[in-house]
């Protein structure tokens, strides 16, 4: 099993490119399954979780063709369903329903399974589905959708934590082969959902509203293959913005999409970070200990809650103390543990952390828990005094593409280390 080795205690200076999109990428292919025309993505990055897509679509029959972050997708007649041994693997593998139920009128997908940062049901997609006509039956660990036809509906969609991204975008690739309109109140309003509704346009659909509570859609009987370009990171971005402050450097981030990341530039700055915006590059510096922040996530435009854990590593070393309330998952503090192996001074108390900054941490062998725990645990490192291992860091292949080569270039002394036989 591969680890990073990290020696800590070195500012960052140099440029960085944002990666395209993970989580606009994965609906985005998805929604090729919506015709029988060839549709050409750009700017996929190059993540195990692109492949695990593709890999399902491969399952189903569907041709694609990737060569480096393009991709072409072919989905002439898809056939099966989607088995529980890919689906298992990436949650995201949920998007065919809606694109198989709108074209096919008939889907067939595994239960995702659990997730390490808390629960994530699938009901208001199934919801959604039924509210459109379809029957839908869970057997057997497998959701099963059909319909003799769809039809427009007003389909309210948010839920007990707030709008789901989710359920709107699977929702919406749904409805627009559907007849007659549908309105999805409720709807997130995260750059993710519109890029995927400008995809669906680009290919014929008429959705309207994107961006705001209420999406309106009304159906058409076919969408065209086109060609699209996929969106820059915004969280990879964000979490690079994090690392040239934490370390106290300047980083140059080359194809920063800032217009989507005002609720983690803010934040930043507050604390005394400085950032300079020219065109789709962002410059972020930081020469001194963060001031202290009260942050609460929320869905966008809030503070997202895949910054969380990067800036929980950032506050660790700040000036007072910090409070961190994660609003969207309910075990999303799993970082905090190996934070405070590292000397880190944070208190848990319930879905609220309680920061304390201290002036340095200590390098440590720490394990990552998830994705966004990965980063924030590298991050750390790179402060850190002495040398830190972070060990399961097959999380962060999932979303971050080429992350030790990109923070390398910027003057970051880390390695990745294989170990034979090690769990």
Same mark, same amino acid.
């Not at 309003?189 to 009304?218: D, R, S, W």
């Not at 750390?380 to 923070?407: F, N, P």
């Given at each position: 099993?591969?680890?990073?080795?990290?020696?800590?205690?070195?500012?960052?200076?140099?440029?960085?490119?944002?990666?395209?999109?993970?989580?606009?990428?994965?609906? +985005?292919?998805?929604?090729?399954?919506?015709?029988?025309?060839?549709?050409?993505?750009?700017?996929?990055?190059? +993540?195990?979780?692109?492949?695990? &897509?593709?890999?399902?679509?491969?399952?189903?029959?569907?041709?694609?063709? !990737?060569?480096?972050?393009?991709?072409?997708?072919?989905?002439?007649?898809?056939?099966?369903?989607?088995?529980?041994?890919?689906?298992?693997?990436?949650? #995201?593998?949920? *998007?065919?329903?809606?694109?198989?139920?709108?074209?096919?009128?008939?889907?067939?997908?595994?239960?995702?399974?659990?997730?390490?940062?808390?629960?994530? =049901?699938?009901?208001?997609?199934?919801?959604? $589905?039924?509210? +459109?006509?379809?029957?839908?039956?869970?057997?057997?660990?497998?959701?099963?959708?059909?319909?003799?036809?769809?039809?427009?509906?007003?389909?309210?969609?948010?839920?007990?934590?707030?709008?789901?991204?989710? #359920?709107?975008?699977?929702? &919406?690739?749904?409805?627009?082969?559907?007849?007659? @309109?549908?309105?999805?109140?409720? #709807?997130?309003?995260?750059?993710?959902?519109?890029?995927?509704?400008?995809?669906?346009?680009? &290919?014929?659909?008429?959705?309207?509203?994107?961006?705001?509570?209420?999406?309106?859609?009304?159906?058409?009987?076919?969408?065209?293959?086109?060609?699209?370009?996929?969106?820059?990171? !915004?969280?990879?971005?964000?979490?690079?913005?994090?690392?040239?402050?934490?370390? !106290?450097?300047?980083?140059?981030?080359?194809?920063?999409?800032?217009?989507?990341?005002?609720?983690?530039?803010? =934040?930043?700055?507050?604390?005394? %970070?400085?950032?300079?915006?020219?065109?789709?590059?962002?410059?972020?510096?930081?020469?001194?200990?963060?001031? =202290?922040?009260?942050?609460?996530?929320?869905? *966008?435009?809030?503070?997202?809650?895949?910054? @969380?854990?990067?800036? $929980?590593?950032?506050?660790?070393?700040?000036?007072?103390?910090?409070?961190?309330?994660?609003?969207?998952?309910?075990?999303?503090? $799993?970082?905090? $543990?190996?934070?405070?192996?590292?000397?880190?001074?944070?208190?848990?108390?319930?879905?609220?952390?309680?920061?304390?900054?201290?002036?340095?941490?200590?390098?440590?062998?720490? &394990? #990552?828990?998830?994705?966004?725990?990965?980063?924030?645990?590298?991050?750390?490192?790179?402060?850190?005094?002495?040398?830190?291992?972070?060990?399961?860091?097959?999380?962060?292949?999932?979303? *971050?593409?080429?992350?030790?080569?990109?923070?390398?270039?910027?003057? %970051?002394?880390?390695?990745?280390?294989?170990?034979?036989?090690?769990?």
């Amino acid at each position: 099993m591969d680890k990073l080795v990290i020696s800590g205690g070195h500012p960052l200076h140099g440029e960085v490119k944002v990666s395209g999109s993970k989580n606009a990428a994965l609906p +985005l292919m998805a929604a090729c399954l919506l015709t029988d025309e060839p549709c050409t993505l750009t700017n996929l990055p190059d +993540l195990v979780d692109i492949t695990t &897509m593709t890999e399902l679509l491969t399952y189903l029959g569907v041709g694609a063709e !990737r060569d480096g972050n393009r991709i072409t997708i072919e989905a002439r007649k898809p056939e099966g369903e989607a088995p529980y041994d890919i689906v298992r693997k990436m949650r #995201a593998s949920y *998007y065919v329903l809606g694109p198989l139920l709108s074209r096919f009128r008939e889907a067939k997908i595994s239960l995702p399974g659990g997730c390490a940062i808390g629960a994530r =049901p699938i009901d208001l997609h199934i919801k959604g $589905m039924e509210k +459109l006509g379809a029957e839908v039956a869970v057997e057997e660990g497998y959701v099963h959708a059909k319909a003799a036809k769809l039809e427009g509906s007003d389909i309210h969609l948010r839920g007990t934590k707030g709008p789901s991204v989710g #359920a709107t975008i699977n929702v &919406m690739m749904a409805a627009v082969l559907a007849e007659g @309109q549908t309105k999805i109140i409720g #709807a997130a309003a995260e750059p993710e959902v519109c890029i995927v509704a400008g995809f669906l346009n680009k &290919m014929g659909a008429k959705i309207a509203g994107y961006g705001t509570p209420e999406i309106t859609i009304q159906g058409v009987k076919r969408l065209s293959g086109v060609e699209f370009e996929n969106m820059p990171d !915004r969280i990879e971005a964000g979490t690079y913005a994090v690392a040239a402050t934490i370390t !106290r450097g300047r980083i140059i981030l080359r194809n920063a999409p800032s217009a989507h990341m005002g609720n983690i530039i803010q =934040p930043l700055l507050e604390a005394g %970070g400085e950032i300079e915006a020219s065109g789709k590059h962002l410059t972020v510096s930081m020469m001194r200990r963060p001031s =202290p922040l009260v942050i609460n996530t929320a869905p *966008y435009p809030g503070f997202p809650t895949d910054m @969380q854990a990067q800036f $929980m590593a950032w506050l660790s070393l700040g000036e007072g103390t910090s409070i961190v309330a994660e609003n969207i998952f309910e075990n999303r503090f $799993m970082q905090a $543990m190996e934070l405070q192996r590292m000397g880190a001074e944070i208190t848990i108390q319930g879905t609220t952390a309680v920061i304390n900054g201290t002036d340095h941490l200590s390098g440590a062998e720490v &394990m #990552a828990s998830d994705l966004r725990a990965s980063a924030a645990l590298v991050l750390a490192g790179l402060a850190a005094k002495g040398t830190t291992t972070v060990s399961r860091i097959y999380h962060l292949d999932r979303g *971050y593409e080429g992350l030790e080569q990109k923070l390398a270039s910027v003057g %970051g002394e880390i390695k990745r280390v294989s170990v034979p036989g090690d769990e």
